[in-house]
Structure formats: structure tokens, C-alpha cells
């Protein structure tokens, strides 16, 4: 069993991060998870904000590097934080980061297109404009704090995805989620090391250059949650620089790995993700679909239940909502082709509901696929059958009812990445 990490071993690994930066850091900037992760944020952020007082410390601010999800309110950015107004006096401005701002980023560099082709197995031969928020320039020290679970995207979350694409512009994140997607969630989910995470680190080194002679250090957590779900810190894990940024992801993913997997003995014919508050969308939420796709984890035919009896939306933001009710939830062949004659279609929604379907594959004029998806939520059955979806009534779904053979109930769904025993730990 993997022991809690307690505060006084967070303070300790805090304080070796800072250890050798000098006595000058007047004006910090913290780089941080938004709400769709549970992770002790709460915990660190005062933690740091200690260490840093004897190092000269004038102003904390803080960026929530949230991507395209929604911006957190004051208070959700404090209570994230764990910022008191009182005792953490120098504590500045708590920022959203504004994805769709063009007046607040920069371009720190461009990666080619024959990078990007080759690391996308040919799928994708574009070169990639390097964007981040101008405020990275304006700080003595970065600290970027993230967690790490796995992840479809890039494997494992953490380490330089907090930079890149995390407080990038629009067209980095849709275009990183659109190489993974078309790379396949089943072939990059769970691993360290692949070939989207190389192009989220070749950004993330034009930003470090950006940045230039300026410290940028990592804290990067693991974490799991009790039965009453509070958050359980299991590793704090720590770097300077690029290189401190990889060392301290590896070291998180191989602990990542041994708590947020779970090893099934067959595959599932169908399962209820009961999906937490903090995904108040299907944005979020569809994070219960993308954790099953690991080859052989549901079986043909299987049904995925997202259970969100909070969720009225698809996504928060008008202008995406209306995006994935226009396209529907599809496989890769219908959805790539939908690009083509959409040529100025936004790529993360494309992403996003090929994630959620699965990758399907078309035959004729239809789509088959491996599995179906069953929405549960305050969106109405019509809705849901217009994208492609299923539906079921909240209020019919009972944990009691799901305990069959091949039938699994998962609390705070959406969580931990499942495979088959037989994939699992050799």
C-alpha cells in the first residue's frame, strides 16, 4: 500500500524545489489544475506560499490553467488554493486563463509540420504555431503544479501539459487533441512515454525558451480519494527546467500507474460511470467513455452509462455547445470526413466526440461501433438521440441493479483508467 504523503513531507519537497533559486523572487507566478481536478492543490499552494516568504516574496499571483474548460468564480479559485485573504496577504491576482483572448497570449515558437506528421504516424502534416499567456514573462519564478492520472491525450497528465497546451491559445489545444484522437485514445492512454507527449514537450521547450534565464520549477502530484472522496496526496514530485519537468513526470506516472488503474478479470457488457459534480458538462464528463477504451475492456456490444444527474449541458460555452449538437457524437472516419468539408471546424470538439463514441469505423453509409453510449442527465432524451446518443431517465438507475456478471457501478466515474488483467502489470 502506497503510505499518505503527510505535511510536513509536502513542505519538505517544497522547500528542496526552492532550494538553490536565490533570495531574490519578489514576484511569483503559480501555475495550477482548474476545478475538474481533485487533486491538494489546497494543500500546496499555502505550502509554497511559506517557503517562499523568507525568499524575498512581494506578490503570489496564480493561473488557472484551465485550457477550454470553464473560468472559475473567486471563490472557487480560492477554495482550490486554500488561499486565506488574512493570512496570505501577498497574495496578488488569482487570473483565468482566457484561451480565447488573443490580446493575452504570445507566440513563444512554432514546431514544424514534419515533426508533427512524423509523430502522428502521417495523420496530421501541419506546423503548429507555440502560444502561451503573456503573463509568463512578467515573473522573478514559475511554479507549475499539476497532477497526474492517465490520461487519452497524452498517457499520463501532468508535467509540461500544465504549459502546453494548458495555457495555450485555442488552435494548440484543439490541434494537439485532434493528433492524439487520430493517433487512437486505446494506443496513448496509460503511457509515459508516446508520440503526442513529444510534441506537447518540443512547445513547451519554445516557451521555456520564452521564458528564458527565469526559474520554472515543477510540483507534480499523485493522488487518490477515501471513501467519503477527499482527496488522499500520495506524491509530491519535483524538477527545475525541462529536464527536471520529465524526471519528475516519470517518477509520477510509474506511481500513477500502480493507483489509478484497475485490472478487470473479463470484459464488461456494461457500466455506470457516476460522474462527480465537479464535471458539470459532457465536456468533462465524457472521461467516463474515454477510461474503457483500452483494447478489450468492454465487450462488443457493451453499453456505457454516463450517470450526470447535475449536467444540462454539452458544454457550458455557447459557441461549443452548439458546435457538438451541429456534428453529434461520431467515430473517427465520419468525423475526419466532416473536417474535410469543414475545413475552419474547431478540432477540439472533433476530438472531443470521437473520444466520447470511440472510434467506430464506417460501413457505407453507417457508422459501427464497439460500444454504445447512454447519456443519464438533465438533457433531454430528443437532444441525446440528436447527437447520437442514448438516453435513460436518472431517477430509473440504481447501483443494486448493476451487479451482474459483466455489469459494473462506478462511483466518481470518470476517475481511473480500467484494463484487463491480462494487459496489466508484467
Not at 76 to 84: N, P, S, T, W
Not at 152 to 179: C, Q, R
Not at 357 to 383: H, K, M, N, W, Y
Request: charged residues 20%; aromatic residues 8%.
Amino acid at each position: 500500500m502506497i503510505p499518505l504523503l503527510s505535511l510536513e513531507a509536502i513542505r519538505d519537497r517544497i522547500e528542496q524545489a526552492l532550494s538553490g533559486l536565490g533570495r531574490s523572487l519578489r514576484r511569483v507566478l503559480l501555475i495550477h489544475p482548474d476545478y475538474s481536478r481533485n487533486d491538494f492543490s489546497h494543500l500546496v499552494a499555502p505550502l509554497l506560499y511559506e517557503a517562499l516568504m523568507p525568499l524575498g516574496l512581494e506578490r503570489l499571483d496564480a493561473l488557472n490553467a484551465s485550457g477550454t474548460h470553464r473560468p472559475m468564480s473567486e471563490a472557487e479559485l480560492r477554495d482550490k488554493l486554500g488561499f486565506d485573504p488574512v493570512r496570505h496577504s501577498r497574495v496578488g491576482r488569482l487570473y483565468n486563463h482566457a484561451f480565447n483572448d488573443p490580446s493575452q497570449l504570445l507566440v513563444a515558437g512554432e514546431i514544424p509540420a514534419d515533426f508533427v506528421a512524423a509523430k502522428t504516424a502521417g495523420h496530421l502534416r501541419q506546423s503548429l504555431a507555440v502560444t502561451v499567456n503573456r503573463l509568463v514573462r512578467d515573473y522573478d519564478l514559475i511554479v507549475a503544479l499539476s497532477g497526474t492520472v492517465p490520461h487519452e491525450a497524452l498517457g499520463y497528465s501532468g508535467g509540461t501539459k500544465i504549459l502546453f497546451p494548458g495555457i495555450s491559445g485555442p488552435e494548440v489545444i484543439g490541434l494537439l487533441h485532434w493528433a492524439a484522437v487520430l493517433v487512437g485514445i486505446p494506443h496513448i492512454i496509460g503511457s509515459r512515454d508516446n508520440p503526442a507527449r513529444e510534441v506537447v514537450d518540443a512547445g513547451a521547450d519554445c516557451i521555456f525558451r520564452l521564458i528564458g534565464n527565469r526559474p520554472v520549477v515543477s510540483l507534480n502530484m499523485v493522488y487518490t480519494e477515501d471513501a467519503d472522496h477527499r482527496v488522499e496526496p500520495r506524491g509530491l514530485f519535483t524538477g527545475l527546467g525541462p529536464a527536471g519537468f520529465a524526471a519528475a513526470l516519470t517518477e509520477a506516472a510509474k506511481l500513477s500507474s500502480q493507483l489509478h488503474i484497475v485490472y478487470l478479470q473479463e470484459p464488461l457488457k456494461q457500466v455506470v460511470q457516476h460522474i462527480p459534480p465537479r464535471y458539470d458538462e459532457v465536456w468533462t464528463a465524457g472521461k467516463g467513455s474515454y477510461k474503457l477504451q483500452k483494447p478489450g475492456v468492454l465487450a462488443e456490444g457493451a453499453e456505457v452509462i454516463l450517470l450526470a444527474p447535475h449536467i444540462h449541458v454539452f458544454h457550458s460555452d455557447p459557441g461549443l455547445d452548439a458546435a457538438i449538437r451541429k456534428i453529434g457524437y461520431h467515430g473517427r472516419d465520419y468525423v475526419v470526413d466532416y473536417c474535410r468539408q469543414h475545413p475552419d471546424f474547431d478540432r477540439n470538439v472533433a476530438s472531443h466526440v470521437i473520444n466520447v463514441r470511440g472510434l467506430g469505423r464506417r460501413v457505407g453509409d453507417r457508422e459501427e461501433f464497439a460500444f454504445r453510449v447512454t447519456l443519464a442527465s438533465q438533457i433531454p432524451a430528443a437532444d441525446c438521440a440528436a447527437v447520437g446518443l442514448g438516453y435513460r431517465d436518472p431517477a430509473t438507475l440504481h447501483r443494486e441493479d448493476f451487479t451482474g456478471p459483466g455489469q459494473l457501478w462506478i462511483e466518481e466515474g470518470g476517475q481511473w483508467l480500467y484494463a484487463l488483467q491480462a494487459q496489466g502489470s508484467s
